[in-house]
């Protein structure tokens, strides 16, 4: 899976998910969430925060989004979600409520492979 949202400035992070569960950063450099980990939702939130350029790489695995629409903001950002295993059956975003799953403020924008 890749989801690319183009600009530019800012400056680089790698964040590396390591929970299926939906949580929130409270740390927006590292993305962690309280409980050490770092979850898609607080990869994005961290990666919105820091702006720039950001990848985050997810596992093969099922993420379920129980909190709702992931957050977007493009202004100055180049953001990259990659499903690791190479096989987009593999990695699997679920929305479980009633919001749409990502919405991207830039035209132009990719998703692939999901």
Known sequence: MVFTVAS???????FNVNTTADT????????V???GNISLRSAMQAAVSNGGT????????TYNLTLGQLPIV?????????????????TV???TTSHRFIETALP???????
Do not use: C, E, K, W
Request: neutral net charge; proline residues 6%; hydrophobic residues 35%.
């Open 54 to 61: 950001d990848d985050i790489n997810l596992p093969p695995r």
């Open 74 to 90: 493009a202004n100055g950002m180049n953001l990259t979600l990659f499903g690791t295993s190479g096989n987009p059956a593999n």
């Open 8 to 14: 530019l400035a800012g400056r680089t992070a790698t």
């Open 108 to 114: 132009g924008n990719n998703i692939n492979n999901i």
């Open 24 to 31: 929130t950063a409270v740390n927006l450099t590292t993305g």
């Open 93 to 95: 975003i679920r929305q």
């Open 33 to 35: 969430d309280a409980g």
